[in-house]
């Protein structure tokens, strides 16, 4: 345990505050209170007991404020609270709250930091608390990071059992009953002789009771619904076609904008003719937006359709034009000058590298987009004294802030009403599409305006995972590895995002070799390097940022080198790791998927792979076989280890998802960059994995880990080396660049 | 130009090229058929029209002959399509955007073929993309559906 954890829960104090017609809680958080949010919109009768709980005569209301773009985080939120507070998460309002500092993410940045994540030493320690309440002091509110559950899975808790012992004593202060006779299922509160109060019953005297100082959370083994199957709380509509998504939005008057920005990013807008356009029916306006034209029309088509009339030179962007050229500035960065970054290096590297016989090798990834099924949008209001603004973001603060300042009100002016969606993948950490739609609804006060990207637009906007480019080299010497150095060489992933929505954390771009250096084995030479790259176009946080190629990179050279020693993947792997619970992963995946060794029978192969990433350690196993039109998926074997687990249902969707996210991109998807934008538009040239080619999964969640992690990532990173790895193992042949269709098909 | 959603009659005044899809989301607030991509390459638009499922992205209103629905039509909460059943009970959904479309398609495979394989199901549910990876889920809620329909 952390002493964060230990100072947190200490001072962990509730104080309350007096307020018309009701009675809200704040938490009293290291050194400074964090205000409850809830208590300025408090209506009488209404209690806001925590920032997370609303309690009224007529419903309970959860405040989640981390965004659900599919990872199932809405329904985690939800029973988190339920469980301490014994309430049914599917009976109260989930309502994601406005941003505010409360909400704050203190594990995001922190994580970014260059200490390995298994080293507790005492100033990795110190910094990243210092990181933590820096975040915390900023108000920074993000989903991302896969740090949702580790970072709120104690306020929560707390917060439901803040909220039910809370309730227990307005109960008893009405009843004369001592608190100790109390007990509490499905929204109330049980008497002695087995009478019900409803919570909601007693909202107006939660305002005339002192608040609860201090709460036991309880233990584990009493859990009711955290550690088994249960619904999540979003699953029914979704199966009966009810859950609103961003772009489903509808509200009076509103009117349907849509974008056609310079496909050369930041190249901004040259002479256009707009005559076309205009005159197109349903057209109401066409105007000016940064890098681009926004078309605001009655309908979506129509506006898209206006959009495509429009006729505009684009002036070239600052950076090279083609893929083929981006490549050569990546190959000349590799020099000392650029050296970013060298947070692992044991043994003498050099040493063991000069005379030896060396095995070398280069591997390459290329720009892929996050291509979300929902495309971009945001529905925006503004009005003389207020902005409103409807949209899924990762980002709610940094959206509200924006907004503010593009429209000269007051961040208490804008409300940022954040919306389910239709997936992520990182691409809505930043917010570059609502600030346009801000834009554009600034041009029409008073009318609701929503804007969507076209899929072509959605495709050629994206902030990319970043070309990437890696060089090792390694010996081996009596049939085991002896020595790994590995360049990594990209432009900054962590530069490039923060600067654009947070502020850039102090020293090396971490992102930049995150599955690189970090990963926890013992080879006695051992070197990771981050070389930065020149920027070229905007690139963001794609699923598994940074550990997505270099998990690729790692995991293929030490593949290489243990085949050049003689030696099992799986027994090397195991003889060269010493973290118990990364080995427990390893030892896993091997008894799941019968590891023998990677034949497996003539026109078959067996890969392996290892990635420990957002703190979770995670091997693959994948089964291929060599058919007649090429490579067929079989099988994955995926086991992990986060600790422990609140909704295994959910659990094992986001390692299955993982990993064929991981699978469907490595097969066949990237953005090749011509005339400054990429020529793939539409998942036509960008399919990734389609039901056919799904291969079996089998899960297993260890339970080990003593921390509590996320796992909408780390499944993702070691799934493209164990598929190259069986590629190998069935073919011989060593894919060292993706995506793998271009060297081999796929059936 | 008069359509029939859900059995409900409507009356449009749109071009005559404006995809179904449009007409339902923006026309109509028909919102379930999803926009994915507007060249019928995810299926996430999927309607059925007089029960055969067609991409409402690429079809123009004026092509329409029949009668539309919708998972709206298929079942409800209180009277789930055994397909939204199997839905619910594998918890397929992620983000859930795939998923009517999903759905839709699924249905018109199980009214065709009510004891599909896996080969069948490869077949006519892979022009349906999903970026999450709920496939796996999807298969099994496909056979628990078919089976749950071939009994009753």
């Known amino acids: 345990m952390s002493r964060l954890r230990t100072i947190a829960r200490r001072t962990f104090l509730i104080g309350s505050a007096a307020v018309a017609g009701g009675v809200a809680f704040g938490i009293y958080y290291v050194r400074r209170p964090t205000p409850n949010p809830l208590l300025a919109d408090l209506g009488q009768g209404e209690a806001a007991i925590t920032p997370f709980v609303k309690i009224t005569g007529e419903k309970i209301t959860f405040i989640v404020p981390r965004s659900d773009v599919g990872q199932g985080i809405m329904s985690t939120q ?58 915390r002091l900023s108000g920074a509110q993000f989903t991302g990071g896969s740090s949702s559950v580790s970072d709120l899975y104690e306020r929560l808790l707390h917060a439901g059992a803040t ?19 109390l007990g509490t299922e499905d929204g109330h509160v049980v008497l002695p002789g087995g009478d019900r109060i409803a919570y909601t019953d007693l909202a107006v005297d939660a305002a005339n009771v002192d608040p609860v100082q201090s709460v036991d959370l309880r233990p584990h083994a009493q859990w009711r619904w955290l550690g088994k199957p249960h619904l999540r709380t979003d699953t029914i509509d979704k199966s009966l076609g009810l859950q609103d998504f961003g772009i489903d939005l509808r509200l009076p008057g509103m009117l349907h904008a849509t974008v056609r920005a310079n496909p050369g990013r930041g190249g901004g807008l040259g002479a256009y003719d707009a005559s076309r356009a205009r005159a197109m029916r349903g057209v109401r306006s066409v105007l000016e937006v940064k890098d681009g034209l926004g078309v605001i029309a009655d309908n979506t088509w129509r506006a898209f359709q206006a959009a495509a009339a429009l006729d505009v030179d684009w002036p ?26 060298r947070l692992r290096d044991d043994g003498d590297v050099d040493a063991a590298l000069s005379g030896a016989e060396i095995i070398t090798a280069e ?23 207020q902005v409103t603004i409807w949209t899924t973001t990762q980002v709610p603060s940094a959206i509200r802030d924006a907004a503010a300042e593009m429209t000269g009100l007051d961040a208490e002016q804008v409300t940022v009403n954040a919306v389910m969606g239709g997936g992520s993948f990182g691409r809505r950490l ?23 990207w076209s899929r072509e637009e959605d495709m050629t906007h994206d902030f990319p995972r970043p070309l990437h480019l890696a060089r090792a080299r390694g010996t081996v010497s009596d049939g085991r590895v ?25 020293g090396p771009d971490t992102l930049l070799v995150w599955g690189a250096y970090d990963q926890p084995y ?19 946080s794609w699923r598994s940022p940074g550990a997505c190629s270099n998990a690729f990179f790692h995991e293929s050279f030490l593949s290489e080198l243990i085949h050049e020693a003689g030696a099992d993947p799986l027994e090397e792997r195991l003889r060269l790791m010493a973290d118990p619970i990364s080995r427990g992963v390893l030892e896993a995946v091997a008894e799941m998927s019968n590891w023998s060794g990677p034949n497996i029978g003539p026109g078959r192969g067996r890969g392996i792979a290892f990635c420990h990433s957002h703190h979770v350690p995670v091997a693959e196993v994948v089964d291929v076989t060599l058919t007649e039109r090429g490579i067929k998926i079989d099988d994955i074997w995926i086991a992990a280890d986060c600790g422990t687990v609140f909704d295994p249902v959910n659990a094992e969707a986001q390692l299955v998802g993982g990993a064929i996210w991981g699978l469907g991109h490595a097969m066949n998807c990237e953005l090749t960059y011509e005339n400054y934008a990429p020529i793939q ?67 | 130009m008069q359509l029939t959603v859900d059995g409900r009659d409507y009356e449009v005044d749109v071009e005559d090229d404006m995809p179904l899809l449009w007409v339902l989301r923006d026309e109509l607030g028909v919102t379930s058929p999803k926009f994915g991509c507007g060249i019928a390459q995810c299926g996430a638009c999927t309607v059925h029209i007089d029960g055969v499922p067609m991409r409402s992205c690429q079809l123009a209103v004026a092509d329409v002959q029949g009668e539309i629905t919708t998972i709206a039509s298929l079942g409800t909460a209180a009277d789930p399509h055994p397909l939204q059943t199997a839905w619910i009970t594998h918890q397929v959904a992620q983000c859930g955007y795939c998923q009517t479309g999903q759905i839709m398609q699924a249905a018109d495979l199980l009214a065709l073929n009510p004891d599909p394989s896996d080969a069948d199901i490869d077949a006519v549910m892979s022009g349906n993309l999903c970026r999450c990876g709920t496939y796996p889920r999807i298969r099994a809620a496909i056979k628990d559906a078919a089976q749950a329909m071939r009994r009753t």
Not at chain 1, 443 to 449: A, C, E, S
């Open chain 1, 163 to 181: 909220a039910r012992e809370t309730i227990k004593l307005a109960a008893s202060t009405r009843t004369g009953v001592s608190v100790s006779e």
């Open chain 1, 522 to 540: 013992e080879i006695p030479n051992y070197r990771a390097t981050g070389y930065r790259a020149p920027d070229l176009i905007p690139i963001g």
């Open chain 1, 316 to 341: 070239a962007p600052d950076y090279p034009a083609t893929s083929a050229e981006m490549w050569q500035v990546l190959e000349e960065a590799h020099t000392e000058a650029n050296i970013n970054s």
């Open chain 1, 430 to 452: 930043d917010h570059d599409y609502a600030l346009q739609a801000i834009e554009i609804a600034m041009t029409m006060p008073g009318t609701p305006v929503k804007t969507t």
């Open chain 1, 363 to 385: 591997y390459r990834v290329p720009y892929l987009a996050h291509a979300a099924l929902e495309p971009l949008s945001a529905t925006v209001l503004v009005e003389d004294d």
């Open chain 1, 681 to 747: 538009t539409n998942y036509h040239a960008f399919e990734g994995m389609r039901l056919y080619q799904c291969p079996r999964t089998h899960t297993r969640l260890a339970g080990k880990a003593p921390h509590v992690q996320g796992l909408g990532e780390p499944s993702s990173a070691p799934a493209s080396p164990a598929l190259a790895d069986a590629i190998f193992s069935a073919t011989g042949r060593r894919l060292r660049e993706m995506p793998f269709n271009k060297f081999i098909d796929f059936v």
């Open chain 1, 482 to 506: 002896e020595t790994f150095d590995i360049d990594s060489i990209s432009p900054s992933l962590a530069d490039n995002w923060f600067r654009r929505v947070f502020i850039v954390p102090p």
């Open chain 1, 78 to 135: 939800a029973y988190l609270i339920a469980e301490e507070l014994d309430v049914d998460p599917h009976s109260v309002e989930l309502d994601p709250g406005q941003p505010h500092e409360a909400y704050f993410n203190g594990k995001i940045a922190s994580n970014s930091l260059p200490f390995h994540p298994l080293d507790e030493g005492v100033v990795p320690r110190t910094v990243k608390e210092l990181m933590e309440i820096v975040a």
